[in-house]
């Protein structure tokens, strides 16, 4: 295997796992939000976690067709990812923290996206410009929010 092929599959488990952690992350604040925003917060979380959750296997499967094992527990998984932040107590701050948990994944994307573009998968590459225009689209979201 090239090492442009080994640097594309190992940046496609980086967003594996990063995506992962948000999944996690936005699944807890789904179940724990409160406050007056309660409703509209825990819809949107419910929204972006199922996302996250079906984005996982798009990018698991495409980890295989590049003939890599897709990492298969959840301590593999945490470590390709930032490590957890600690839990948001309000509202506001699982926004905030929301936010820089899509930025992180954003820059990943983008990393990931050049990466594929070296080693000459499209399909990589168009995957992850799907999920990295997602992303920008829910900090728009949340950042529009919280003015």
Do not use: C
Not at 19 to 35: D, K
Not at 68 to 83: E, H, I, S
């Amino acid at each position: 295997m090239s090492t442009a092929s080994q640097t594309n599959i190992a940046a496609l488990n980086a967003v594996l796992g990063e995506t992962f952690r948000l999944y996690v992350q936005t699944h807890g604040y789904h179940w724990n939000v409160e406050g007056p925003n309660f409703r509209q917060l825990h819809v949107m979380f419910e929204e972006q976690y199922q996302n996250l959750w079906a984005a996982l296997d798009e990018i698991a499967e495409r980890i295989r067709t590049q003939g890599a094992y897709a990492p298969g527990t959840v301590a593999d998984l945490m470590a390709l990812a930032r490590p957890e932040d600690t839990a948001a107590q309000s509202a506001d701050e699982m926004i905030v923290k929301l936010i820089a948990g899509h930025e992180a994944l954003a820059k990943t994307l983008r990393d990931a996206i050049a990466a594929n573009g070296e080693a000459g998968d499209e399909v990589s590459a168009g995957i992850l410009t799907d999920r990295l225009e997602w992303h920008e689209k829910e900090l728009w979201m949340m950042k529009a929010s919280r003015n």
